[in-house]
């Protein structure tokens, strides 16, 4: 069994295309097919459902993939490490991030990083704050940056916290409460609004503030994108309540601070086990320790 031929198998399931799979990994079709084929012979099952339509996992290639992924890793993770030992940072940098995060310039970080180690291959995942939890403590994410209600911490990996901050509410322009200087939950509890879907951690921390204040609220539209919710904000569907460090990035929308405003707590987290040399950099270009 060979690493390459991992790499094949990995490249068609993630793809369901053979014909697309030898193109990302750069070889001629018949040669990644006679690959598995080989592969196949060898563990004694299909690994793959070919027709003419579709190609898809038997139940053995779904139990070899998660092993596949792991070896793939592993096997990266040890030249990562080797060219560390020679004081050279290389291999993959997979972050995560909610949308609204504002502790940080992450674009900036993220391109300084990117000039001090060009052999580091990053991505970026967005998404809710409980998928990138699970993601870091799976392993398929490095690092990830948090947005969680007061009182609450992440479960099952490392952090930081990077900054507390209040939520403002958001408003359309030539919206009656445009002109205020500040108001409280019970007068927004009369408006419609727009949030975050229901039970997600942008989500809790505004329902939670609301119910200690002892007013409800209509949630007339949940969206998971801030862009998305900005434009139903200014079409006067609902205001909304997003964090005072986020709505700068919106400077056409008139905000309003809350008296009794909800909180949240940003945080920064990585794996609970040894960090890549690449995410051991890039945390510490930060200027957080991985053993904190």
């Known amino acids: 069994m060979e690493l390459q031929q ?5 490249a068609v399931a993630e793809t369901s295309n053979f014909t697309r799979a030898a193109e990302q990994c750069r070889v001629v079709q018949s040669a990644l097919s006679h690959q598995i084929a080989r592969l196949e012979r060898e563990l ?13 996992l038997t139940p053995a290639g779904e139990a070899f993939l998660p092993a596949a992924r792991q070896a793939l890793d592993a096997a990266e993770r040890a030249r990562a490490e080797v060219a560390a030992a020679a004081g050279e940072i290389r291999g993959r940098l997979a972050i995560g991030a909610i949308p609204t995060v504002g502790a940080i310039d992450l674009p900036t970080a993220l391109k300084e990083f990117h000039l001090r180690h060009r052999k580091v291959h990053i991505s970026l995942r967005s998404g809710a704050s409980e998928e990138l939890v699970e993601r870091v403590r799976q392993g398929t994410l ?4 948090l947005g969680l209600p007061l009182g609450q911490r992440p ?9 507390h901050g209040e939520l403002v509410a958001v408003v359309a322009p030539g ?11 019970r007068r927004l509890a009369d408006e419609p ?19 200690a204040a002892g007013v409800r609220r209509e949630v007339a539209f949940e969206v998971s994108a801030p862009d998305f919710m900005a434009h139903l904000i200014r079409q006067g569907l609902g205001i909304g309540m997003l964090p005072a460090a986020f709505v700068p990035a919106l400077p056409d929308l008139p905000t309003v601070r809350v008296s009794d405003a909800p909180a949240r707590v940003e945080h920064l987290v990585w794996s609970r086990f040894q960090p890549s040399p690449a995410a051991a950099a890039f945390l510490a270009a930060l200027g957080v320790s991985p053993n904190t």
């Open 142 to 145: 490095d690092v990830a940056f």
């Open 44 to 56: 004694g099952a299909k690994l793959f459902e070919r027709t003419s339509r579709r190609v898809r």
């Open 155 to 163: 479960k099952g990996v490392r952090g930081t916290e990077l900054a």
């Open 175 to 185: 919206h009656p409460l445009a002109g205020m200087d500040r108001v409280d939950l």
């Open 193 to 211: 609004f727009v949030d975050f879907p229901a039970g997600s951690a942008g989500r809790i921390q505004s329902d939670d503030a609301f119910a």
């Open 6 to 10: 991992m790499r094949y198998v990995v």
